[in-house]
């Protein structure tokens, strides 16, 4: 069965530094997604990707957050100067597209120290 | 805007009795509607949706739910549930529009008595 792969499971990493959560998505799947999970909280979205271009971000988006799919499989968000708020489980998510659902990743848990 | 409530954050059952998770959604589109399960620690898991059709929806894991448009409800149902079913519940709504993002409830947790 076609499944999101999300790499690494998890990543630790000092406040200030980059990091880049990578996402392969399932092959043929269109839209791509990141969403959230501050521990104990909801899921929430942060940006749907399509054709190349963010489709809708969110207000948590924002200028130290950035996404590409930079090979054609790989679906990657990067943030720039991480926080310690940004401690978090991060999610991927494809979908095929409308009136189909999004398929999620196992999520790469990301500790800002 | 776009919202799903999830009014019960715990809920505590026993092995062998039934439940029902309430999800309450305001959409302002014909609404497509999704239940994810999530055990600690991992990723979310599909266990139905609704996108049209018959209102009673049957999933994995002997879940159903129930797709009441008067109510603006799609609540969870399992005739009996077993201690595996502990876990974090999310609904969710989406919409038919091509890219459209889904949004998740704030979840409800499953806790089952032996």
């Known amino acids: 069965e076609p499944e999101v792969t999300q790499t690494p499971s998890h990543q630790v990493t000092q406040m200030g530094q980059e990091v880049i959560l990578r996402c392969v998505p399932i092959?043929?799947?269109?839209?791509f997604y990141w969403y959230r999970q501050i521990l104990g909280q909801k899921v929430e979205f942060l940006v749907s990707?399509?054709?190349?271009?963010?489709?809708?971000k969110s207000e948590i988006f924002d200028d130290q957050f950035s996404v590409e799919r930079p090979d054609g499989s790989n679906f990657t968000l990067k943030i720039r100067s991480t926080k310690l708020e940004d401690s978090a489980m991060y999610f991927c998510?494809?979908?095929?597209?409308?009136?189909?659902?999004?398929?999620f990743g196992q999520g790469t848990r990301l500790t800002v120290v | 805007a776009q919202s799903v409530t999830q009014p019960d954050i715990h809920i505590t059952v026993s092995e062998g009795a039934s439940l029902e998770l309430r999800c309450n959604y305001s959409?302002?589109?014909?609404?497509?509607l999704f239940w994810y399960v999530q055990s600690p620690g991992q990723g979310l898991q599909l266990l139905l949706k609704?996108?049209?059709?018959?209102?009673l929806v049957q999933g994995i894991k002997g879940f159903e739910a129930e797709f009441k448009r008067s109510q603006s409800s799609f609540n969870l149902r399992k005739p009996s549930v077993h201690w595996s079913d502990a876990a974090e519940y999310f609904c969710?709504?989406?919409?038919?529009?091509?890219?459209?993002?889904?949004?998740f409830g704030k979840g409800t947790r499953l806790h089952i008595l032996p």
């Open positions: 998510a494809s979908s095929g597209g409308a009136a189909s659902e999004a398929f």
């Open positions: 092959s043929n799947h269109l839209y």
């Open positions: 990707f399509y054709n190349n271009e963010i489709s809708e």
């Open positions: 959409y302002g589109a014909t609404p497509y």
């Open positions: 609704y996108f049209s059709g018959d209102t």
């Open positions: 969710a709504v989406g919409s038919m529009n091509r890219d459209d993002k889904i949004i």
